[in-house]
């Protein structure tokens, strides 16, 4: 059973970066096909998917949020990062990291996720 648990810090400053994991257990992130992905959910608002990064390493970004957003991986440590620049207060949401299998295409629905983590509320204020 893999598991996904989401960390980092619940509070950002305006213009500064946001930084958030996901630490897997019960697998390896680079098992054949895992495609890892960052969504998150505003207050009031739906899914919105970030990125990804897959199993060989590729990354895959959201257009809108592309300028913004790097994922990386530590394969060593099992886990995967998520750095959003420039935040403001419209970054504010619940960010959740989940697991899907790699079929070609950067976006995937939410509900082909099989996997998330418990999510970490992070909110942009000064």
């Known amino acids: 059973q893999v598991q996904l648990e989401s960390s980092g810090p619940g509070l950002v400053k305006p213009s500064h970066t946001l930084f958030l994991t996901c630490t897997v257990s019960?697998?390896?992130?680079?098992?054949?096909?895992?495609?890892w992905s960052w969504i998150r959910q505003p207050p009031g608002k739906g899914l919105e998917w970030m990125g990804a990064?897959?199993?060989?390493?590729?990354?895959y970004y959201s257009p809108s949020l592309k300028s913004r957003t790097s994922i990386s991986r530590d394969t060593s440590k099992n886990h995967f990062t998520l750095q959003l620049s420039s935040v403001t207060p419209e970054d504010t949401a619940v960010y959740y990291c989940a697991l899907t299998y790699y079929s070609g295409t950067a976006y995937r629905r939410p509900d082909e996720y099989n996997y998330w983590g418990q999510g970490t509320q992070v909110t942009v204020s000064s």
């Open positions: 019960g697998d390896s992130i680079t098992t054949d096909y895992y495609y």
């Open positions: 990064i897959a199993y060989g390493g590729g990354t």
